[in-house]
């Protein structure tokens, strides 16, 4: 009945898994998977799926998810199709399914620049919004102005303040079902050379010094005030270990890799194994970044 119900509002599949789906290339079976293909589609089945109790999990492009390798029994629900975005002068409109390197290269077209902190950041408008995520000293809440959410079966819009934007934090880490349809940016007028030349000095640095050619879900811990955990994890003596195909980075320690068939539970044993260390050496307690997920 499930499977029927999706197939009519979406795009379906029952073939998909977590390791298809997330950046680190991990994870388990996936029972059904649905790209909605409107808001209307969208409400009914959030809505179907609340009235049956089937779990869902909503996914932008899995660059911050640690999955496990047991079957997921829910739904995933891509909002691939929620593509649209309009600039109006400085204000940008963009739907939660556009990938945010590529509204980079919108926005430089566009004359715009404050968004090129994000342009190494391989997730969704939604995902970056739902993480705040930042690079650089800039982080999504310097640019959010409004976001459009699917909260208990309404369409609202909630401004920045109602967000309660932290570091790495937003309101809808407390309300996994809500969902990020698409947000107002406010942008700045720019220098579009000036403005590319800062985006290829970073992708230069990010090149140097992280593993982007590994599949990775980017820093695992969060940075302790004043510090790195990269830092503390060097000086555990961590930078290179290994369990199984699940490794520390040698180029980055705060990146954890998977060099071959890494699991889920293995990167959490490792990233566990860190905590503790970190904690008996320097009294600590790191905070991962990244999010697990059926494991
Ligand atoms: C190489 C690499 C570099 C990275 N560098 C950085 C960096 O510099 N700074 C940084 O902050 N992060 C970085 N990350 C981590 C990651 O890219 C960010 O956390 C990003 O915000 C995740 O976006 P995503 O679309 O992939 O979300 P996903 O990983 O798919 O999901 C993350 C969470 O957001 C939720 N979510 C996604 N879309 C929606 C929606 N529409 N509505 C409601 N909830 C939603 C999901 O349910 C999940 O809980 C990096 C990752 C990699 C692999």
Redo the contacts with the bound molecule.
């Keep these: 009945m499930i499977k029927e119900f999706l197939k009519e509002h979406g795009d379906y599949r029952d073939d998909r898994s977590f390791k298809d789906l ?3 290339k991990m994870g388990g079976e996936i029972a059904h998977y649905v790209e909605p293909y409107n808001i209307d589609d969208l409400k009914q089945i959030i809505g179907f799926l609340k009235r049956y109790h089937v779990p869902f ?9 640690i999955c496990g390798s047991s079957r997921y029994e829910g739904v995933v629900i891509s ?1 691939k199709h929620f593509d649209n975005y309009e600039f109006d002068n400085d204000i940008c409109y963009v739907e ?2 556009v990938m945010v390197p590529y509204l980079v290269q919108v926005m430089l077209k566009n004359g715009l620049k404050d968004l090129e902190f994000a342009s ?5 408008v ?6 705040n ?3 650089y000293k800039k ?1 999504m809440s310097d640019i959010v102005k409004e976001v459009i959410v699917l909260k208990d079966d309404e369409i609202v819009k909630m401004t920045n303040e109602e967000l309660k934007f932290k570091y ?1 934090y937003s309101i ?2 407390e309300h ?1 079902r ?4 698409a947000a107002y940016l406010k942008l700045e007028k720019g220098d579009m050379e000036e403005t590319k030349a800062i985006i290829l000095d970073r992708a230069n640095r ?1 090149k140097q010094s ?1 593993p ?1 050619e590994m599949p ?4 695992c811990f969060r940075n302790p005030e004043n510090d790195f955990a990269w830092k503390l994890i060097d000086g555990i003596g961590y930078r290179g270990k290994k369990i199984n195909d699940i490794e520390v980075s040698t180029k980055h320690s705060n990146f954890i890799i998977n060099t071959a068939n890494g699991t889920g539970e293995d990167y959490l044993k490792l990233a566990l194994d860190i905590q503790e260390k970190v904690y008996k050496k320097y009294n600590i307690k790191l905070i991962m ?1 990244v ?1 697990k ?1 059926n494991c």
Aim: charged content about 10%; overall charge neutral; proline content about 4%.
């Design positions: 997330t950046t680190i999990k909503t996914i932008g492009n899995g660059s911050n998810l909002l939660a399914g190494g950041i391989p997730g969704t939604g995902g970056l919004i739902y993480m995520a930042g690079a982080e790495r809808f880490q996994p809500w969902l990020i349809i990010r992280q982007i990775s879900a980017g820093s970044e999010e997920f």
